[in-house]
């Protein structure tokens, strides 16, 4: 769709804008009443002027809307807009996270293929690999060690796609996007990467080699906890088989949220950012305390993942995970010692959040995937929000003193 604002003369444009100029001001389709944000187009269907241009839209699919389910405004400015920052030749959105990820991988396998995933996923991704794809006759290969040995090993047989998050949910492994996607290339996979954690703030994985991204937009592209969302950035190649299966399949975002995503992304490098001041803050404060086992964060200074994390993230991200040395029960203590930040189990939000997958996301998983996606009984997410560090920290502090001594 052409997104360019009637009555503006494109080239006075200033070509090189920056990326967080051009997430406020790109994408926007402005009808013939000028309104200076995106108006709300709460229209299933559109109309024609005569049966012949009912013909010809059909006869050039994308040349005009014809169907909300097909294509609408407020999707097709949000897409303008995220594939101009992530650099994608082709956006989709979707209703949710979920759906992005079903679609990516549904559009592209049939029987009798191979996949190739790490154990540490978010669960609904480790359900859908794990439960779903082989009821349709497609292999599925996990790997316990996220290192490019064991990709290099799985990957010494053809596979026909590649899916991982990285830093992974929640355990914050690092991935080697540029290592893992030459090895796919060469045993015939695409790589599809799940970026929701990193968010294109920190992270652009299409430009270190992966060749499909997608996001759940719920977290940090909503960013205030609003409405679910999901995308899918690709090629134009991998689009021709993308885009038919979610025309025919329905899983569209609706309008409405849509229209808050839109608004929610002009503000995603500030939030991000900011996010990532305080997320730094906290890991200082949590690294010197004796309650936690073991503390987890892409930039930790001298952990595991640092040098490849620092390789193709800017910043460490808003999310950290830590273990409370006396597990489940002092975890929880913890939790319920907070009062400024929540119990819940999304992330991503304004608000900071805690979560104990172990109870929560990742409940219906055995002892066994658990321990080998790195969720121990005493692992708690923290997302960090947008209130005042100092506040977290206080926060924080009453948590730990909740826990009883020897705990
Ligand atoms: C890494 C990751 N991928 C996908 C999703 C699914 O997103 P949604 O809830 O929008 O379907 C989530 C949700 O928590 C997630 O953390």
């Not at 396998?109 to 082989?134: E, M, N, Q, W």
């Not at 040098?307 to 975890?331: C, P």
């Amino acid at each position: 769709m052409d997104n360019s604002s009637p009555g503006k003369d494109s080239s006075l444009e200033q070509p090189d804008r920056l990326p967080a100029t051009r997430l406020l001001h790109e994408g926007l389709l402005r009808s013939r009443f000028e309104e200076s944000n995106a108006a709300i187009y709460m229209s299933s269907g559109f109309v024609y002027d005569c049966a012949e241009a009912a013909e010809a839209a059909f006869a050039s699919p994308g040349s005009r809307f014809v169907y909300a389910r097909v294509a609408n405004p407020n999707a097709a400015m949000l897409e303008a807009k995220l594939a101009g920052y992530e650099g994608a030749e082709r956006c989709f959105t979707t209703a949710t996270g979920m759906s992005a990820v079903f679609s990516a991988l549904a559009c592209l396998l049939k029987a009798g293929d191979r996949v190739v995933a790490p154990r540490t996923l978010f669960s609904s991704c480790y359900y859908i690999l794990h439960d779903i794809l082989p009821r349709y006759g497609i292999e599925v290969t996990f790997l316990d060690d996220p290192g490019l040995a064991a990709w290099e090993k799985a990957l010494s047989r053809p596979a026909q796609a590649v899916f991982f998050e990285t830093p992974g949910n929640p355990g914050l492994d690092i991935i080697d996007i540029a290592g893992v996607s030459a090895l796919a290339h060469k045993a015939g996979a695409l790589v599809i990467i799940d970026n929701v954690f990193a968010t294109p703030v920190l992270q652009q994985p299409l430009g270190l080699g992966a060749d499909v991204v997608v996001y759940s937009m719920t977290k940090h592209m909503d960013g205030q906890g609003r409405c679910n969302g999901g995308a899918i950035l690709c090629s134009q190649s991998f689009a021709e088989l993308l885009g038919p299966f979610l025309v025919h399949t329905g899983p569209m975002l609706a309008q409405f949220n849509a229209w808050v995503l839109f608004h929610g992304l002009e503000t995603l490098e500030m939030r991000v950012h900011r996010q990532c001041d305080t997320a730094e803050e906290i890991v200082s404060f949590l690294a010197e305390r004796a309650e936690l086992s073991s503390l987890r964060y892409p930039f930790l200074a001298g952990s595991a993942c640092e040098i490849l994390a620092r390789s193709q993230m800017k910043r460490g991200g808003s999310l950290v995970t830590f273990d409370i040395a006396g597990g489940k029960e002092a975890a929880f203590r913890f939790m319920n010692g907070l009062r400024l930040i929540s119990i819940s189990n999304n992330l991503g939000d304004s608000k900071t959040l805690i979560t104990h997958p172990r109870t929560t996301t990742h409940q219906k998983l055995s002892d066994a995937e658990c321990a080998a996606a790195g969720i121990l009984p005493g692992t708690l997410r923290l997302s960090v929000g947008l209130e005042s560090a100092r506040d977290l920290l206080h926060d924080l502090g009453r948590g730990l003193a909740a826990i009883p001594p020897g705990e």
